[in-house]
């Protein structure tokens, strides 16, 4: 049986990529986990901004803080944003003065097509804050 070597995709980290033989599979999903401050935001935004293909674009999924602020302290650690979409589904501030449950979605959103004349494909994705979810 011949097996093909698996294409790879960089973390962003030049250590990590070593110690994975050349970073991701790029068929797989990974999920990062770690307490709070760890490090799980940093390694999602290293790897959405590393350089892989001229015309790449990547995509933030962020269920707990706020997109700018991701961006702004994302920024301040020298993180370029230009081919970067975040897409903010954190909570509002609202939210934590009641008690009630985290829906994401309403059923009737689920099913229907994309409406933001923004949306675009993206080749890459991170989902952040999904474990701190109540």
């Not at 940093?42 to 999924?61: K, R, V, W, Y």
């Not at 954190?90 to 933001?116: C, L």
Request: proline letters at 7%.
């Amino acid at each position: 049986m011949n097996f093909e070597t698996p294409s790879r995709i960089s973390t962003g980290i030049p250590g990590t990529d070593t110690v994975l033989y050349g970073g991701f599979v790029s068929t797989f999903s990974y999920l990062i986990r770690g307490g709070r401050g760890t490090g799980k935001t940093t390694f999602g935004l290293h790897f959405l901004t590393a350089p892989q293909i001229d015309s790449e674009t990547s995509l933030f999924i962020t269920l707990s803080e706020p997109a700018e602020k991701i961006r702004r302290i994302g920024v301040a650690m020298g993180f370029d944003f230009s081919r970067v979409h975040i897409l903010d589904l954190s909570p509002g501030p609202e939210f934590f003065g009641k008690i009630e449950s985290y829906d994401i979605f309403a059923p009737a959103e689920v099913e229907r097509e994309p409406h933001s004349a923004s949306w675009k494909p993206c080749n890459k994705s991170s989902l952040d804050g999904f474990l701190s979810i109540p």
